[in-house]
């Protein structure tokens, strides 16, 4: 099993004069140990084209040192990355090559660069001897793995110790070493600093593969709108800035995913959809004949990471509803019985998700997403100015979205209803997700009127979580009947959920009458 240590760190340029100042006159390090020196020795692997290295995602096979081993280390925040560990194996484990798969897309990873470090350590330590970073003078020497000249450098490494270090605790340390002389280093990783002064074919970031479509108009689609006005973004410029965003957050997302943290399912579910709805809210802007067939498998990406997320929602609506039920309601062991039930359906779920992020359906998909970004289906009106061309979009999506409000209003009470309600809810999210689009070139307008189709959907979409909680219910309540266990509980739950449903539906006219677009658009 792999580990996962978080690394906060600073690096700063050396040379053979660079001493190291008296640290412990930065506050709470009592003491400087020294640690003696490790000899390490790195081979990096990317793909030939240097995928990796573009999204500042490294993998090493390192020896020497107390953490020899494969390490994969994925950006977090400026200075911060997270580094998966595995144990030493002749090619790179198939656990960490399934981490960075959403960036190589299938390509091979080979070796590109070896790094051998001479490292002096000190460890900074406080009055109770606890260390509180690391300090690493390194001696670097680097070249290509297929050849070439090698280069060498000195640098200095700064790291806390723990992830609940302060990081505050880096700014003095900098400080102390640009009082020295120090300066911080211009590459943010070894490994970039030896790709730029190695040389070699292949500049990290290959670029994507050409698709070779070609929009409606006859000729392939330019990225920057087919010839805009000098300092004025066209409606081309803008949407194709909003897939970037998507596309760009789907791919980081895909190894938080696979390490199941908090979100990350979520989060990658909703790029998606924001992807789905830009291709049907800016048809003008986009080839809807290009864009069509993507969205339908958007959609299916979409359904496969619900099945894990729409689980972990209700399993937290329905524990939250029996924590706030007193004591002398919560009748049987209806808390082990929520708990059993979730638990089966997450282990299946979860499967689900990881062979569906594994499969060539995805990959193919990732694939055409960079594709239609290299070479995107243009029309003739992304070349329009964006004002223009997004609020005519963004104001059709309102008005489709009013004609279903009204609809799921007269509706018949019960599932017809409904029906008609989630309908109303699946538009408001593309009012909302084309308003946020358009937020750029629309400003503070857009950003009010975005707000305000997020209330609605919130309610529409409480109302919708109330309609699924009730079927679960449904389905906990026969289940503890057959064993015995009572369904009291259940029942009363349902009811709540019932009644909650019926506020939501009062307090919709109220809610969509502030949603009104802004007057002058």
Not at 191 to 220: C, H, I, Y
Request: charged share 35%; net charge positive; hydrophobic share 40%.
């Amino acid at each position: 099993m792999a580990d996962t240590v978080r690394e906060i760190e600073r690096k700063y340029e050396a040379t053979d004069e660079t001493e190291l100042p008296d640290l412990t006159a930065v506050d709470r390090v009592a003491e400087v140990v020294e640690q003696g020196v490790a000899e390490l020795d790195a081979t990096y692997y990317d793909t030939a084209g240097q995928r990796l290295a573009a999204a500042g995602v490294t993998l090493r096979r390192r020896t020497g040192g107390q953490d020899a081993g494969w390490h994969l280390k994925l950006p977090v925040a400026l200075g911060i990355r997270d580094e998966v560990r595995l144990p030493l194996s002749d090619t790179p484990p198939p656990e960490l090559t399934a981490l960075v798969r959403s960036r190589t897309l299938g390509r091979e990873l080979v070796p590109v660069v070896r790094l051998r470090t001479r490292r002096t350590v000190r460890l900074l330590r406080d009055a109770d001897g606890a260390t509180l970073a690391e300090v690493a003078l390194d001696a670097v020497r680097a070249a290509r793995v297929d050849g070439g000249a090698e280069v060498r450098w000195r640098e200095i490494e700064v790291e806390l110790a723990g992830e609940g270090d302060d990081p505050g605790l880096l700014d003095e340390v900098g400080e102390a070493l640009a009082a020295a002389g120090v300066r911080p280093a211009r590459a943010a990783s070894k490994l970039e600093r030896a790709l730029a002064e190695t040389g070699g074919e292949g500049a990290p970031g290959e670029p994507a593969e050409r698709s070779g479509k070609k929009s409606e108009d006859g000729g392939k689609g330019r990225e920057k709108g087919q010839g805009q006005g000098k300092g004025k973004a066209t409606a081309g410029d803008i949407v194709l800035r909003y897939l970037r965003e998507q596309v760009h957050t789907i791919t980081e997302l895909d190894p938080a995913v696979r390490r199941d943290l908090p979100d990350s399912v979520h989060q990658m579910r909703v790029a998606t959809r924001r992807l789905r709805s830009a291709f049907r809210s800016y048809t003008k802007v986009l080839d809807r004949a290009v864009t069509r067939p993507i969205g339908l498998e958007l959609q299916w990406l979409a359904a496969e990471l619900g099945i894990d997320r729409d689980r972990e929602v209700l399993t937290a609506r329905l524990r939250d509803a029996l924590a706030e039920l007193p004591r002398t309601l919560r009748l049987g062991p209806v808390s082990a019985r929520l708990r059993i039930w979730s638990e089966r359906r997450r282990a299946g779920s979860r499967r689900e998700v990881l062979t569906t992020l594994d499969g060539e359906r995805y990959l193919e998909l990732l694939r055409t997403l960079e594709a239609l970004l290299a070479d995107p289906p243009l029309r003739r009106a992304a070349a329009l100015p964006a004002s223009e061309v997004l609020v005519k979009a963004v104001l059709k999506d309102h008005a489709r979205l009013a004609d279903r409000i009204e609809a799921a209003l007269a509706a018949p009470a019960g599932a017809a209803r409904d029906e008609a309600l989630h309908s109303a809810r699946k538009a408001a999210k593309r009012v909302r997700y084309a308003a946020e689009a358009a937020r750029p070139v629309l400003g503070k307008p857009a950003k009010k009127f975005t707000k305000r189709t997020k209330r609605v959907q919130q309610v529409l979409g409480d109302h919708q979580d109330s309609v699924v909680a009730r079927a679960a219910l449904r389905e906990l309540a026969t289940q503890a009947q057959r064993a015995g266990e009572g369904a009291f509980t259940f029942g009363l739950l349902y009811g709540r959920e019932e009644a909650l449903a019926d506020r939501r539906e009062r307090e919709l006219p109220g809610v969509w009458a502030k949603a009104a677009p802004p007057a002058d658009w």
